[in-house]
């Protein structure tokens, strides 16, 4: 390691492995922004064929002052974030708790009538948020929702009438269902949509300025693509209305895996979960 300059040390070994990760993936595009609390902050972009650039290092005199903070060309490179959904969701539904709009020991049948039945209605919100709900991770119709263009009520209706894969809290199993039931009882409490309150709640507050839960319709040709195929949570057709990157998903604003933004939001989020107060 350089003693004098570490932090270019850090950079070139970042730089490498990001250049590593677009060849081996075959990625078209690539955007990394990184930080400390209170230190360092680092931005990088990627469009191949073009190298690996490293927009800002705070700690490096001969790059711009562009800051994961301020506009720069990070913040028009929108993409869907898949299941990092989820995490912010999460951060919704424990504000909301802590606001006593909600307690995390609620069942969802007392919100949702459809899952007071034999098996259900003992999940809880806090079963959802740690994955213990027993709820699935995808529908079995799951394709065939989405080839319709189903609403997200749609799924969460749907996802009261599964089979559990195990009894509630005997054991934890990543679910994408029990957040789109989680979706539903957030609207209903907030008095908006999941979306709405995400904006208000979170995404305003923290500066998040390029983030969407569902992309506003006119603008969807607007993100950047995400990898296909992909077997993960299921096969998409790279020319299916459904996939990742048809207008359909791109806009649905799904509370498990809808989420539009780039990478300097989403390290405003990441400095968020880690300091100290609320979000104001």
Known sequence: MNSQHPHQDLTNSLSLRLSNILTTHQLKHLDL????????RLAWRSDTPAPLQTLHDSNAAQHS???CDQPSPLANRRYLVASITKPVVAMLTLQMAAEGLLSLTDRLESFLPAFDRAGLRRITIRNVLTHTSGLPDMLPNNEELRAEHAELAKFAAQTAEVTLDFPVGTDSRYSSMGFAALGQILSQVGGASVAELLRERIFMPLGMRDSWLGFPVERAEELLPTALPCELPIWQPDQADWNWNSRYWRTLGATWGGLISTAADLERFARAMLSP???S
Not at 33 to 40: E, L, P
Request: proline share 0%; glycine share 28%; aromatic share 0%.
């Open 277 to 279: 107060g609320s979000i």
């Open 65 to 67: 002052s562009q800051d």
């Open 33 to 40: 922004c990184a930080g400390r609390i209170g230190g360092r």
